[in-house]
């Protein structure tokens, strides 16, 4: 996954895994340059985070959190942020030590 287009385009054709979740957020995160505004792209990756989220450890809800907070910074609207479904993931692994993947 190079571009933004690409990861898109998978997106849409729902190819992705728990695991890639988070990594087309970060990518998206790092080619977020500009401004990224909103759109339908952004509805599927916002929802298929949405199904995701539940099976995060620690380190993957801090990671998608901490990158869509990168993406705001870059425009896109707080609306296609599942911030409900972040907090969640982080208080029910509040207690967890150490990495969890």
């Known amino acids: 996954m190079s571009n933004a287009s690409e990861i898109h385009e998978i997106l849409a054709k729902e190819k992705f ?8 957020v970060v990518q998206l995160s790092k080619t977020g340059r500009g401004f990224v ?6 509805v599927r990756l916002r929802d298929l985070m949405r199904s995701r989220t539940a099976t995060y450890g620690i380190y993957r809800a801090v990671v998608v959190l901490n990158r869509y907070a990168k993406l705001a910074r870059c425009g896109l609207e ?12 982080i208080e029910r692994v509040s207690g967890s030590t150490g990495y969890e993947p």
């Open 17 to 24: 895994v728990k695991f890639d979740s988070m990594a087309a």
């Open 78 to 89: 707080m609306s296609l942020v599942p911030l409900a479904e972040l907090e969640e993931a």
């Open 37 to 42: 505004g909103g759109g339908k792209k952004w």
